[in-house]
């Protein structure tokens, strides 16, 4: 992953081909290599080798649970503008749940397909979940307090202090 961070996606890209040809059974090989294709600008492969990963998960039995929910979040976000919205909904609904460590991203995406669909009363009542939710991160709860105001639900009683702020 170094030499993507490196802004050498094309390394990693063969690196990570590599690692799927001695390991064709392994959902982290191909969720590295869709990491490296997405790095490299190329989306489609990136979403193969996501869903690739996703259909490797059962039996790939070393694969923690939370790492099998970031598989499927990540391989969401990058077939969402793909998806029909019921599709992301249907996918994300085990893990847009507070207290879910995948609950705010999760459910922003979630959130958007809602809106997607009209359901914008739906998905101001999930921006402002997320909001409340202080296991989320600060700046998805802030985002989200501001997403549910412009679609009429006030969240901004669950803001997040600002840093420096006397809170």
């Known amino acids: ?9 094309k390394n990693a890209v063969a690196l990570f081909q590599l690692n799927t040809e001695a390991y064709p059974n392994s959902a982290n090989a191909y969720d590295s290599l869709g990491d490296g294709y997405a790095a490299d600008g190329q989306n489609e492969k990136a979403i193969q080798a996501s869903q690739k990963a ?6 790939d039995k070393g694969i923690p649970e939370p790492y099998r929910d970031l598989a499927l979040l990540r391989a969401t976000t990058l077939e969402f503008d793909k998806l029909k919205p019921e599709e992301v909904i249907s996918r994300l609904e085990p893990i847009t749940k507070p207290g879910n460590p995948w609950f705010g991203s999760a459910g ?10 009209g359901h914008n009363d739906q998905a ?3 921006f402002a979940a997320i ?7 600060d700046t ?3 985002r989200a307090v501001q997403i549910a105001g412009t679609l009429g639900v006030d969240a901004s009683a669950a803001q997040p202090a600002q840093p420096g702020s006397s809170e």
């Open 1 to 9: 992953m170094n030499a993507c961070r490196r802004s050498r996606p």
């Open 54 to 59: 996703l259909e490797l998960l059962p039996a």
């Open 108 to 117: 922003e995406l979630t959130a958007m397909a809602y809106i997607k669909q």
């Open 124 to 126: 101001g009542r999930l």
């Open 131 to 137: 909001a409340a939710d202080k296991q989320v991160p």
């Open 140 to 142: 998805i709860r802030s």
